[in-house]
């Protein structure tokens, strides 16, 4: 069935080192959305991406949308320890019927 | 505003015992989400409420799990003959449900434990 894959499912990284998480669709995505979920709470929305090629910034995170909207990436520049947790990619591959559907996660461990 | 409300943050029951979980969503919000969440696990989706239309059930496991959606905003999930495999902690989400705007806002979840 359609699915949205990450990888990689973990990532252990010394502080200070960057990291980043990729995302993949089996189909072409309405938009691509990013959420944060750190240990014992629950997912928070950062960002949604639109338009094919968009690139985002927020601080350091930098995030993606593939030319062809299958595919995204968030990438973290020198890491912190605040950066714990896991980071899901959503999208939309009901082609209109607005239901999103999440990754499989990426679990970001920071080292300090 | 009053952001997505679950009761009870916390429930333990005993195996075979029925429970309902409730979410409160945003006021406004057409679309509703469940999700199921294992210790250490991603989202596991449940069930897809979108305004009027019939429900997307397709990821509820068992007969044993059921939601509704009264009037369009507070919805329950219940769960009959718990098995001690149904605990986890269960998200709702949701969202106002236009294409450009189908961000998901989550409660705080109802973290079940089963006996």
């Known amino acids: 069935g359609q699915q949205v894959m990450q990888i990689p499912q973990y990532q252990h990284v010394q502080e200070g080192e960057d990291f980043t998480t990729y995302c993949n669709s089996s189909?072409?995505?309405?938009?691509i959305q990013w959420y944060k979920q750190r240990p014992g709470g629950h997912p928070v929305f950062l960002i949604q991406l639109v338009k094919s090629g968009e690139v985002k910034k927020q601080k350091r995170l930098t995030f993606q949308f593939g030319e062809a909207k299958k595919n995204s990436s968030l990438h973290i520049t020198a890491t912190q320890t605040t950066d714990v947790g896991t980071y899901f990619c959503?999208?939309?591959?009901?082609?209109?019927?607005?239901?999103?559907?999440f990754g499989t996660g990426t679990k970001l461990q920071v080292i300090p | 505003g009053a952001g997505v409300s679950q009761s009870p943050s916390n429930k333990v029951t005993e195996k075979g015992k029925d429970v309902e979980l409730r979410c409160d969503p945003i006021?406004?919000?057409?679309?509703l989400y469940w999700y199921r969440q294992s210790l250490g696990q991603g989202l596991e989706f449940l069930i897809y409420f979108q305004g009027n239309s019939a429900p997307d059930k397709s990821g509820l496991p068992s007969d044993r799990f059921s939601a509704e959606r009264t009037g369009g905003s507070v919805s329950t999930l219940t769960i009959q003959r718990t098995q001690q495999e149904d605990s986890a902690v269960y998200l709702c989400?949701?969202?106002?449900?236009?294409?450009?705007?189908?961000?998901?806002?989550f409660g705080a979840g109802t973290r079940l434990s089963v006996l």
């Open positions: 989400a949701s969202s106002p449900g236009h294409l450009a705007k189908n961000i998901q806002y």
């Open positions: 006021s406004g919000h057409t679309a």
């Open positions: 959503a999208g939309d591959l009901s082609g209109g019927y607005q239901k999103v559907t």
């Open positions: 189909t072409t995505l309405s938009n």
